[in-house]
C-alpha cells in the first residue's frame, strides 16, 4: 500500500509517473513536523535496518550515519562524505515495523539516521513543499517492488552495453584511440566500447570534434565498428561561451540558458572555461539541448556519458571577483605571515558554491525558479534530454546513456556511474555496498570506475575491481589524466586480465537475462542477502557480498594481499571458481560460514541450492557470443529461463525472448 501526503506547494519532479492515493491526516509512522521547514522523525528499535539512499556513503544498512541529497561533484570520497553526485531520497525502515518513504523534494535534504541520537531517524529540509511517499508491505524487498512499480519502468541498454569499456582521461588523438583498441584485441582481452573523454571536442565545446584529430570522423566510427568496438564520447553540462559556437549563440537567442535575476545568463566557469547552463528543466530548452546528440549519432555514435551535470561550477566571474579582493585583503594585512589555510579554504570554497547556485533560475511552466530550489533535478533533466531526444533520433532504438548526477525518476531514460573514485581498496567495497541501494532506486544500469579514477592503480587492486565488475551491468575500466596509466594490457602477465574479462563474457548470457528480468519486472538485480533469506538473522549484517539475479551470490575480495576471504552462505550453495586455465571449479559448501581460496586471477560465485546458470563460450565481443552451444553449471536437474533478444530494439514482450535451458 502506497500512500502520498502532500506539503505546501511542491515542484513536479516527475519522479514518480503512477498515481497514488492522497492520504488523509498524518503518516501512520513517525512524525511530521512543519513549524521549521520539514521534518519527519521516528523511533529506531534497536534491531532496525534502514536501506536506500542509492548513491550514498557508507553502508547497505544506512544506520550510524548522516546523508545529504545535494548533488556535488566531490572527488574525495571518504568515509565523512555527506553528499555524493546524487539525490536519491528512497529509504525503507525494516525490523520492529516495515515501510518505505520517499521524499520527493528537488533541494538540499539530511538524513540522519540515527547519526545525532543512534535511536533516531530524523529527515529535515528548509522547505516544506514536498510530496511525502509512505510504503507499507510486509518485507523491505515487497516495499522495494511496491515503490518501483510508481517510478516506472528502468532504463535498458543496448546489450553491446554489456560488455567491458575502456576508458581514460587524457586519449587525445585517433592514434590514441587505436593503441587501445589494439592493445586489447592483439592480447585478446575482450572489449566492446572505448569512450571519448573531454579531448575528442574541440576547446571543450559539446558537439563538436577536435579540428585537429577528428577529421573524417565517421570513417573512424565506422573503422572501430569493423572492430566491433563502439566509440562512447562524453557530454558536459557547460556550453562554452564563444561567438561563432551555434550551440552557444542558439542559446542565447532562444533564451534557453539559465539566467540571473537581472535576465543576463548565468556564468559559470568548468572545462572550458566561461560556459552558460542549458536550462533543461524547460522543456523546450530541453528538446533543443537533446536534439544536438543527433550531430553525433548521425555519424555513428551509439551510445554517451552525461558529465559535470550536479552540474559542477569550478568558478563565477563573481566568486573570483570576491575572492580577489580579500587576498588583496590578506597581503595587505599578513605581509610577513599571509594565513596559507584561510586562503586556501576561500580558492577551495569557489568552486560548487551554494550563493552561485542561489543565483541562476530555470523557466518552468511559464514560472521562474531558483535553481537552488530544484539543484538535484539538473543531471536527471539533462540525460532525459538525451533520453527523449533517441526516442525522436530512432524510436525502436536502444542507446547507451549515462550520467554522473541523477535523481529518482531519471533511472527511467538512462543508467549511471558513481563518479571520481580512488584507487583504494576500500572503495571496492563501497562500490559493491551502493548497487544494491542504487537498484532500490530503479537504477539498475550501473557502475563504478574500475581501477579507480584518482590516483595511481595497482595491478592487484585492478584485477579484484575487476573480479566485481565482471557482475556490474556497467563494466568499465576508466582514470583520471596525469595517473598511472591503467588500460588491462599495460600490466606483466596479461593473460590474468584476459581471464577474468573473459568471464564476464561467458556469464554474459546469464547476466544480461537477470537484468532484463529485474527491468521488466521492477526487481533488483542486485539484492542485500536479507532480502532474499528473510528470517535468516545474520544476513541483514552482511555488507560483503550481494545477491545476483535469482541464482547466484557474489563474495568479490577487496583487501589486498589476501588469497582468500570469509563468506557467509545462508543455505547450502554451490562455490564456483573460474579457473585462469578456462576451466570451472565447482565445490559444495554447507550453510554457514567457510573461509574460501580466491587467487588474484580467479573469479568466484556461488549458486543457490537448486539452482542454475548458463555459461558461454569465450567471445571477444557482444555480437560474437555463441548462445546455441552453451554449458549449464551449477545443481543437477536444475533449470534456467534464459531471456535473449536481439539487444538493438525494444521488442521487450515478445514471448521468442525467452527459453529454458539445462
Ligand atoms: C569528471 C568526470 C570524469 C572525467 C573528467 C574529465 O571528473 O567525473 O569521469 O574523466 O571529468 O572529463
Redesign the pocket.
Known amino acids: 500500500m502506497i500512500q502520498k501526503y502532500v506539503y505546501g506547494m511542491p515542484f513536479e519532479t516527475e519522479a514518480v509517473i503512477v498515481d497514488v492515493e492522497i492520504g488523509n491526516g498524518n503518516p501512520s509512522y513517525g512524525m511530521v513536523n512543519l513549524e521549521n521547514g520539514f521534518s519527519f522523525t521516528y523511533r529506531l528499535a534497536k534491531e532496525d535496518v534502514v536501506y536506500g539512499l542509492g548513491e550514498a556513503n557508507r553502508g547497505i544498512n544506512k544506520r550510524g550515519g548522516c546523508y545529504i541529497s545535494d548533488c556535488t561533484?566531490n572527488?574525495h570520497h571518504t568515509e565523512d562524505v555527506r553528499s555524493l553526485y546524487a539525490a536519491h531520497n528512497f529509504i525503507i525502515v525494516a525490523g520492529t515495523q516495515n515501510f518505505g518513504l520517499f521524499i520527493d523534494y528537488p533541494s538540499r535534504i539530511i538524513f540522519d539516521i540515527g547519526d545525532t541520537r543512534a535511536d533516531t531517524l530524523k529527515i529535515t529540509c528548509e522547505q516544506a513543499d514536498l510530496y511525502l511517499y509512505v510504503i507499507e508491505g510486509d518485507t523491505p524487498y515487497e516495499i522495494v517492488k511496491q515503490f518501483r512499480k510508481q517510478i516506472g519502468r528502468s532504463y535498458i541498454p543496448p546489450k553491446f552495453a554489456f560488455g567491458f569499456g575502456q576508458?581514460r582521461?587524457g586519449y587525445r588523438t585517433k592514434e590514441d584511440y587505436r593503441e587501445v583498441a589494439d592493445g586489447y584485441r592483439r592480447n585478446h582481452i575482450p572489449m566492446d566500447m572505448i569512450y571519448m573523454?573531454?579531448d575528442y571536442m574541440q576547446d571543450f565545446k559539446d558537439f563538436t570534434l577536435n579540428e585537429e584529430h577528428f577529421s573524417e570522423f565517421p570513417e573512424f566510427v565506422q573503422e572501430m565498428k569493423e572492430q566491433n568496438i563502439r566509440l562512447i564520447p562524453?557530454i558536459?553540462a557547460g556550453v562554452k561561451i564563444e561567438n561563432g559556437y551555434p550551440v552557444y549563440e542558439e542559446g542565447i537567442k532562444n533564451r534557453y540558458f539559465c539566467q540571473q535575476e537581472d535576465g543576463k545568463e548565468f556564468v559559470a566557469a568548468v572545462?572550458p572555461g566561461y560556459t552558460h547552463f542549458p536550462d533543461v528543466l524547460n522543456p523546450e530548452a530541453r528538446q533543443w539541448f537533446g536534439d544536438y546528440y543527433q550531430l553525433l549519432t548521425d555519424q555513428g555514435i551509439e551510445g554517451f556519458?552525461n558529465?559535470?551535470n550536479e552540474p559542477a561550477i569550478f568558478y563565477t566571474p563573481e566568486g573570483i571577483k570576491k575572492v580577489s579582493e580579500k587576498m588583496v585583503e590578506y597581503l595587505k594585512n599578513r605581509e610577513e605571515k599571509p594565513s596559507t589555510w584561510e586562503v586556501r579554504n576561500e580558492l577551495l570554497g569557489l568552486a560548487n558554491s551554494q550563493t552561485d547556485y542561489e543565483s541562476f533560475y530555470h523557466q518552468v511552466g511559464g514560472q521562474r525558479i531558483r535553481h537552488d530550489k530544484v539543484h538535484n533535478l539538473f543531471g536527471y533533466n539533462m540525460t532525459r534530454a538525451a533520453g527523449e531526444a533517441f526516442d525522436r533520433i530512432e524510436p525502436n532504438k536502444r542507446f547507451l546513456i549515462f550520467s554522473?548526477s541523477s535523481y529518482i525518476g531519471m533511472h527511467r531514460y538512462g543508467g549511471i556511474?558513481t563518479?571520481?573514485n580512488k584507487s583504494w581498496w576500500s572503495h571496492i567495497l563501497l562500490n559493491l555496498k551502493m548497487l544494491p541501494s542504487l537498484n532500490m532506486c530503479g537504477f539498475l544500469y550501473v557502475g563504478a570506475?574500475l581501477g579507480g579514477?584518482g590516483a595511481d592503480t595497482t595491478r592487484d587492486l585492478l584485477l579484484r575491481w575487476l573480479a566485481l565488475g565482471v557482475f556490474t551491468p556497467l563494466m568499465r575500466n576508466?582514470s583520471?589524466?596525469g595517473t598511472r596509466a591503467q588500460e588491462c594490457f599495460r600490466f606483466e602477465q596479461v593473460e590474468d586480465f584476459r581471464h577474468v574479462i573473459q568471464v564476464r563474457y561467458r556469464l554474459l548470457p546469464y547476466l544480461y537475462s537477470e537484468y532484463m528480468k529485474a527491468a521488466l519486472e521492477d526487481d533488483m538485480y542486485f539484492k542485500p542477502l536479507a532480502f532474499v533469506y528473510p528470517k535468516d538473522t545474520h544476513a541483514p549484517l552482511v555488507e560483503d557480498q550481494l545477491m545476483l539475479g535469482n541464482e547466484i551470490m557474489i563474495a568479490p575480495v577487496y583487501i589486498q594481499n589476501a588469497r582468500g576471504r570469509y563468506v557467509y552462505l545462508p543455505e547450502e550453495m554451490k562455490f564456483v571458481k573460474f579457473l585462469p586455465d578456462g576451466m570451472i571449479y565447482e565445490e559444495i559448501l554447507s550453510a554457514g560460514h567457510h573461509y574460501v581460496d580466491i587467487e588474484l586471477d580467479e573469479v568466484p560465485l556461488f549458486i543457490r541450492q537448486g539452482k542454475c546458470i548458463p555459461v558461454a563460450e569465450i567471445a571477444e565481443h557482444v555480437e560474437a557470443l555463441d548462445t546455441v552451444h552453451m554449458t549449464v553449471i551449477g545443481y543437477l536437474g536444475a533449470e534456467y529461463l534464459l531471456y535473449e533478444d536481439d539487444g538493438i530494439h525494444k521488442d521487450y514482450d515478445n514471448p521468442k525472448n525467452w527459453r529454458t535451458v539445462k
Do not use: E, V, Y
Open positions: 561533484d572527488p576508458s582521461w573523454d573531454i562524453i558536459d572545462w556519458w558529465d559535470m554522473r556511474w563518479g571520481d570506475d579514477f576508466h583520471a589524466i
